[in-house]
């Protein structure tokens, strides 16, 4: 399926955005609005993740196991190999700060960040954290991957665009309205990286908009 050029400007403003919201400079307060940056990303994700699934398999002989191959090793070979480009360069940049004289973390520090990357739950250590991570900034890519897990399986499951609109809009709401109050203030961080409410009011749009009538 061709990309809508216009949604992929949007996506790379919004990444551009967030970059910029972590720079220690002065900048315009349009520039300086992360968060906002962060949810518009998630929902245009989550927008191209419901279209491009019943563009390759609405309709089709496509056995499940196949799907959840096909769909799992796309996202690894997508989103794994620029998450180790970046541990490489926040590496050396931390190796240069200490040769300096600086402090970007011990040695300690940089295992227990491995150990949760290759676990895959480095989003939810850093939400736990009183300060940021050293690998803070792609903590995004979890939350994508964890994302596209629970999203391949519900799809497969639920083969009706109404069934798809009421679960998608069901996780919004016990996102939003449930899970993120109760939270206790400490932990609130929790819910808010896992950004399921944004990445599922794109899977809405995009059923809405895209989605066969029954």
Not at 46 to 69: S, T, W
Not at 80 to 102: C, D, K
Not at 125 to 144: D, M, N, R
């Amino acid at each position: 399926m061709r990309y809508n050029n216009e949604l992929q400007i949007l996506r790379a403003y919004a990444i551009i955005a967030v970059l910029l919201g972590h720079m220690s400079i002065m900048l315009p307060d349009f520039l300086m609005h992360g968060y906002s940056a962060v949810s518009l990303f998630f929902v245009l994700s989550g927008y191209l993740a419901a279209v491009n699934f019943q563009y390759k398999y609405d309709g089709k002989e496509v056995k499940n196991y196949l799907i959840v191959k096909n769909e799992f090793i796309s996202k690894v070979f997508r989103l794994v190999p620029s998450m180790w480009i970046w541990i490489l360069i926040y590496f050396f940049i931390g190796s240069y700060i200490n040769f300096l004289g600086g402090s970007y973390g011990d040695t300690a520090r940089w295992f227990v960040e491995i150990k949760h990357v290759l676990t895959g739950t480095y989003n939810y250590y850093l939400a736990g954290l009183p300060i940021g991570g050293l690998i803070g900034q792609y903590w995004s890519l979890f939350v994508e991957i964890h994302f596209y897990i629970l999203f391949t399986m519900l799809f497969i499951f639920l083969k009706k665009r109404s069934q798809r609109i009421i679960l998608s809009s069901a996780i919004i709401f016990l996102t939003t309205f449930l899970f993120r109050p109760l939270t206790e203030a400490g932990l609130i961080r929790y819910c808010t990286h896992t950004q399921l409410d944004a990445l599922f009011a794109g899977v809405v749009l995009g059923l809405t908009v895209h989605g066969k009538k029954e």
